[in-house]
T-cell receptor, first 116, second 115 residues
Framework: EAGVAQSPRYKIIEKRQSVAFWCNPISGHATLYWYQQILGQGPKLLIQFQNNGVVDDSQLPKDRFSAERLKGVDSTLKIQPAKLEDSAVYLC??????????????FGPGTRLLVL | GENVEQHPSTLSVQEGDSAVIKCTYSDSASNYFPWYKQELGKRPQLIIDIRSNVGEKKDQRIAVTLNKTAKHFSLHITETQPEDSAVYFCAASPTISGGYNKLIFGAGTRLAVHP
């Protein structure tokens, strides 16, 4: 079974530029998550999708971050414009169906973003 | 808001010793508590989890205990080996709208096992 795929693996941009990350979850997984992991910290949930609907985006800085999962499969996360403090690893994860909780989340390899 | 505190932030043990990592959570409605291991530059990987209707779970050298009354849970690794060296994250799963749950992660514990 193929795992969660993410691209690009690394990205270096200057502040105020825009950047987009792509995630393809495990086939058949209804729930998709985007996390931000700053160096030395635990992953922080940015947004959670159930199929193509948003379940939680309370921690997403909506003035600069946006995410979509239009067809309920793959997803993109965009930052526009980027700030220095956005430097982090952006992890995508998926699970079968998290309604009711307790579903194992499988993580992708992450995209390491450096904002200069 | 929801919060998960994890201690210690770093832990150094000799090979063969036991290691214990402790976490506390704030949302009493949390019902799922996974532990993830993250090696340097790699993705987090689930090593063990426990649900709120169970007090203890064991898988070979790894065990997790849950005290719902005190809202804390712990990871126990026995007979540690150098390959256990990594950062370990606990997480708790509070309920959000629509009957879904999300994961709140602790800040992590860097475990070093010395030969």
């Amino acid at each position: 079974e193929a795992g969660v795929a993410q691209s690009p693996r690394y990205k270096i941009i200057e502040k105020r530029q825009s950047v987009a990350f792509w995630c393809n979850p495990i086939s058949g997984h209804a729930t998709l998550y985007w996390y931000q992991q700053i160096l030395g910290q635990g992953p922080k949930l940015l947004i959670q999708f159930q199929n193509n609907g948003v379940v939680d985006d309370s921690q997403l800085p909506k003035d600069r971050f946006s995410a979509e999962r239009l067809k309920g499969v793959d997803s993109t996360l965009k930052i526009q414009p980027a700030k220095l403090e956005d430097s982090a690893v952006y992890l995508c994860a998926s699970s079968l169906d998290d309604r009711g909780g307790g579903e194992t989340q499988y993580f992708g390899p992450g995209t390491r973003l450096l904002v200069l | 808001g929801e919060n998960v505190e994890q201690h210690p932030s770093t832990l150094s043990v000799q090979e063969g010793d036991s290691a214990v990592i402790k976490c506390t959570y704030s949302d009493s409605a949390s019902n799922y508590f996974p532990w993830y291991k993250q090696e340097l530059g790699k993705r987090p990987q689930l090593i063990i989890d426990i649900r709120s209707n169970v007090g203890e779970k064991k898988d070979q050298r790894i065990a997790v205990t849950l005290n719902k009354t005190a809202k804390h849970f712990s990871l126990h690794i026995t007979e540690t080996q150098p390959e256990d060296s990594a950062v370990y994250f606990c997480a708790a799963s509070p309920t959000i709208s629509g009957g879904y749950n999300k994961l709140i992660f602790g800040a992590g514990t860097r475990l070093a096992v010395h030969p």
